[in-house]
């Protein structure tokens, strides 16, 4: 049987990427001064009007521009999460949150193993030496890996996107670490977003950095610890092994 995805021309299977690419430099330049605090502030009534009047509308709409914002690395990304709080409060927040941001994030996964990741993958699980190891250490431990890059808040979103496409992770497994991994982090942000009619009242600015303050950060690094615990349990009990 003929290998479908050979057949396909060069450009055809790298094009999602590429369309990505363009529209996130463009994006980059054009809309990073308008998906801003100062946008939300100052459209705030004019949001939760339509959103009173056409509830149902404003949820669609919100999901789709979340989808739009990951899918295209497109910035204000954090701003977009606070907005939801603002919006629907930290619960349904929070949900509308990770719906959007995962379904963006698996459509540029997909682009990117379209394009790059299954020819990766196949030279990697051809390869010999410390690459061939590596890439089955990452698979032997593919869930805690998935988890960790997830709830670690210095890797960058689109980061950790694009690194499973590379590697070969099934589909079910990235959608299921995204969505799981990403809700420490979402909870943070909405619940600021939920906050801000104190802080619009207050002339303040919302504190973005609020993930990095210690009764906050300390416990998603111990969420992140306890992702690697399997690889670390792994680990000793192969040693124990070679010990015997």
Known sequence: MVDQTDEKPVWLRYLPIIVIALVAAAGFFTLR????????????EALVAFRDSNYVLTVVVFIAAYVLIVAFSLPGASITT????????????VLFNITGATIGAVLIFLAARMGFGERLKARMDASDGMVRKIKEGIDNNQWSMLFFIRLVPAVPFFVANLIPAFLGVKLYRFIIST??????????????????GTVFAGGETPNLGIIFEPHIFFPI???????????????????KELLK
């Open 221 to 239: 690094l111990g969420l992140c610890a306890l992702s690697l615990l399997p690889v670390i349990l792994k680990a000793a009990t192969g040693k």
């Open 179 to 196: 969505f799981l991994g990403i809700i420490p982090g979402s909870v943070v942000y909405t619940s600021v977003g939920a906050g801000l």
């Open 33 to 44: 001064d308008y998906l801003t605090f100062d946008t939300l502030r100052d459209n705030r």
């Open 82 to 93: 606070i907005t939801g709080g603002f919006l629907f409060g930290t619960l349904f927040g």
